[in-house]
């Protein structure tokens, strides 16, 4: 809190800074001053979407494209909390006015990422099309691995994840816990499937 002390005695207003006295009428000269005065008092002070700016990403630099980013902050208002949303919340929770987040749902729509009757907007399942180029780049062991993470974690046992090659299985991913005696397996080892115990199920689930 700053400590400025600004009072208003009949039809002038007195600052905190020793002589300094604005004269009755001029409200807008008079609101000018005082804006002055809070921030100079407190230089910090933004507005309520400035600070969501600042606080929510970096100042953006040369290169980057406003409208793509602008975009892009309008499919991430649908989520769970709001699944459905009218042009003033989407305004609203993207801190665009009216007009702007008009344009962009109405070119999502064309698009086909976003579905609207008219009143209310929604995502449209071809939004998981953008999802699937990333995860299409990972391998079985990047997306397997932390989930095995967590069943360890759960069970306290090593876990791993095979599939089956003719007549044996290959591990693709495999997270060990520390045993005074353990089994020197890691990814790309081959077991006759027989004799492992993920082996039948996984010839089970193939000849299904």
């Known amino acids: ?15 905190s800074t020793p002589g300094q006295l604005l004269p009755a009428g ?21 507005s309520g979407s400035a600070m969501r700016r600042s606080e929510s990403a970096p100042a953006p630099s040369p290169e980057f494209v406003q409208s793509l980013g602008r975009g892009l902050a309008v499919i991430r208002a649908f989520d ?27 070119t999502l729509v064309e698009l086909g990422y976003v579905a ?14 953008l999802g699937y180029s990333y995860l299409s780049s990972l391998s079985l062991n990047q997306i397997a691995t932390p989930h095995i993470e967590a069943l360890v974690r759960q069970v306290g046992e090593s876990s791993s994840m095979a ?32 004799a492992t115990s993920m082996g039948p199920g996984t010839s089970r689930r193939a000849h299904r």
């Open 80 to 106: 769970a909390q709001h699944r459905r949303l009218t042009l003033t919340e989407v305004a609203k929770l993207t801190d665009l006015t009216r007009a702007t987040a008009r344009r962009f749902l109405l």
């Open 26 to 46: 001029g409200r807008f000269r008079r609101v000018g001053v005082l804006r002055h005065i809070v921030r100079n008092a407190n230089p910090t002070m933004e």
């Open 1 to 15: 809190m700053f400590n400025t002390r600004i009072s208003v005695r009949g039809a002038n207003r007195v600052s």
């Open 163 to 194: 599939i089956l090659d003719d007549d044996g299985i290959v591990y693709v991913a495999r997270v060990p816990v520390s045993r005074i005696m353990t089994v020197f397996i890691t990814v790309g080892t081959r077991f006759p499937a027989y």
């Open 116 to 129: 609207s009757d008219g009143s209310v907007f929604w995502l449209t399942p071809q939004v998981l099309r």
